[in-house]
């Protein structure tokens, strides 16, 4: 009898992977820039109206467990958001809070895939999609977007596909990162429209990973799945993390919002799974909803945070295609950058194997692009002051150009 | 193709099973008495040093992702504890920081149970077990802790059972509860010996949950698993919840204290999936090490609370042991007692129907007893002040005098 579950060779972030090689050469009093984490509450304080509501929360003793389904206070709040934002009418009993999109992932995969299903992800794509799918016996079915079509999905691909597959694949849902990590596109409505068509064709259900929704640059236009899925299910993942700036808090949520019976099927699992761990983070669900109820606040925040982003991603990608090494897409949204590392002109094969000399040689941190699904690439986060940044990128380019052919 | 997945039947909590039904009733102007879930921290306020060193987190900008690990900080604090308390030497490596105790439950599962294989848990167990074990294809082997033996382990029926499952059953993990949630058991150290023996003997993992290990009464006298097995797998499992009075905080650790292959396996599977959450909430951690590391304001919190709660726990006991309708062993720690109903002298025949019935009919909500795989009995969370434990008890007496035979 094996120690370990064969399910438990699909775990990890490799995001992550290289942490501990990271923590080592810091003991050794090295200096590391780390490129690493999509973390904006490492560059800019969570907004002090967030942090002020928290503090209210614990001293009201908001410490005790509560309601495994989040606090209504938020539940409200979240449906408040998506009316006002984006004209939804839904109610509170359509959203769960959960402790991060992580946890809203494992919810998904928990409730509907039995083992052989699959699932379409998009490539490149968020580490944790295919191992929250793998743990519970799923198989990923890799769609992709597209780098020549600035990583658009490759809607006919998609279409091609779901005929060719018809009946022999079980396909559970169709899932969606916009805007994207790791390459910073926003999706446009035509496309969102022919994505929701195909899922309407084929009856699959859709996830929309919107966590960024409001990290979108200059003339961008973000639209929500919940403006265009009308009376089909669909569920769409968000969070305190990234708009809010609070991604420590693990607050974020899951929202269904059709009346159809799939959706409260869905619903129904997540509510008995939210069960089991009994609630997500207390004070920090006080605070999350503060955050959310605090339009002008929130929207002074933002604005300052958001236009700060856009210079330093604009400038690393300026920096990075003035390389001969690397070549990127504009990012239009989040704060990510997904070049293509020039492996041809390199003595190093791998992508795998560039970050981690990298790391060791030029004390910078950044990911494999193959753990995105998208090889031969390297996700820098582009959320550190310009200087940092291009300190960074100047390494890399150094580091390239010592191993080049 | 089904909608769910087949696992997702397993999920639930019967602790949290009424709430929905309570909030209606509590919306018609009802006033519940809630004596269903465990949380000191709605009837003992967080402590001030620990609220004042989760505020200084938050105003420090401690509100990003921290390691998936857990923060050094409070990895470190949970050494110190335990070197301090139980005389353990062990180091950081081998603590992960989870979201709550029950997180750790879903990485012990997620790590090493595959479809068909077992886990030996005791009934009457913490309602969770059996799901986070049924979810990943696992098959809980019910042994059994002995309502006429004080709720003690029944070694000899463990022992007896071991030998007859010899190698027919693949048992990957035996988990004790101790103090036991909901009898409030404290095993004696010559019963833990004889499991950890045991345990040595079939070569099984020994999963110690040890959340409530500082809320013992009086002269009974708390052993850790820690102190026992030595040189064997084993995993402690614990948290700022109970001890700490901080259940809101979702901070708990899985700590795998062996230097065997077996502990490293299982530690490498837990850093993977917990890469896959990112972290757990990062200003609790920081809140939660300090809560740990200051010592004499913690012995200060924990005196006074636990005086009070023996006071709270011997109250119900002795009126619920003055009721024609129930009987109780008197628990020597946690918060819970667990009363045997007498359903021959009612018209009601399940302890499900009981507690349903009793929530409408006298706004009183506890736990059935079935739910923790102890049919016949109800679960009394005794954490109320003492007039509201009385009323409560008096109504359920109330309840049963109405519905005798």
Redesign the interface.
Known sequence: ????????RY???P???E?RVADRLAMQGKKIIKLN?G????YF??PEYI?NA??QA??A????????LGIPELREAVVDRYRRVYGLKTNAEKVVVT??V??AL?MLN?????EG?NAIIFKPYFP?YP??LE??GGKPIFERYDEANEWNVDTDGLERSLKRYGKSK?I?YLLVTNPNNPTGTVLSKSILEEIVGLANEHKLLLISDEVYDELVFGHAKFTSMCQLAKGMPYMILNGASKNF??????VGFAMMPGED??SN??MN?FR??A??????????QYAMAAAMNNVSEHKKAIKSMLAEMEIRVKFATKLINESRYMHAVEPKGAFYIFPKVSFEKLRIRSDRKFVDELLREEDVQVTRGSGFGGDGHIRIVSLAPKEILETAIDRINRFCSRHAK
């Open positions: 009898m094996s120690v370990l579950s064969s399910r438990s775990a990890g972030n995001i992550e992977e942490d984490r973390d904006p509450a490492v304080r969570t942090i928290y503090k614990l001293e003793g908001n410490t005790h467990y509560v309601d495994h402790q991060g992580s946890e494992l928990f409730a509907v895939i039995n299903e944790i191992p929250y743990i519970f079980r559970k700036d609070a991604t420590g808090f693990r019976k799939t099927m869905i699992k008995d799974f069960q089991m761990r009994l609630c997500a983070n207390s004070p920090g």
